[in-house]
């Protein structure tokens, strides 16, 4: 068995649909012998994870399985492992710093 780790990409939809598009992105780990074996379970999984629900203001939101976006093996599981990667580009690198040192000490914060 192998270990791979799959993105999975749903979109949220709120009433009629009438705001900007939101795409939730999830990485799920799944075990499995093959390449293809990992991509039907990581379909199957986003399929039944799809939901829908009233909010706070009686709409229906919809979460939507749209596709399983990326699919990479971990070769070797220990302390430290990459198990994914996305370069980023950003009109302002100070901002983005910024936003980085930010969502870091809201992680230290944690109880």
């Keep these: ?6 993105k999975l ?11 900007s598009a939101q ?6 780990l799944i075990n499995a012998d093959t390449e293809q074996q990992a991509f039907e379970k990581a379909s ?10 009233l909010n706070v203001q009686k709409q ?7 596709d ?3 699919l990479n093996v971990l070769s070797d599981l220990k ?10 580009e950003a009109p302002d690198p ?3 710093i910024k936003w980085a040192h930010h969502k870091s000490a809201l992680l230290g914060t944690r109880n």
Excluded: C, P
Aim: net charge negative; aromatic share 20%; no cysteine.
């Design 94 to 96: 100070d901002l983005y």
């Design 68 to 70: 399983v976006a990326e």
């Design 44 to 53: 199957f999984i986003g399929h039944a994870n799809q939901d829908s629900f």
């Design 79 to 88: 302390d430290g492992t990459e198990l994914y990667y996305n370069i980023h």
């Design 60 to 66: 229906t939101v919809k979460w939507q399985f749209i």
């Design 23 to 28: 795409f939730d992105e999830q990485l799920r």
């Design 1 to 6: 068995m192998n270990w791979y780790v799959a």
């Design 9 to 19: 990409v749903f979109r949220v939809i709120s009433g009629n649909g009438d705001h």
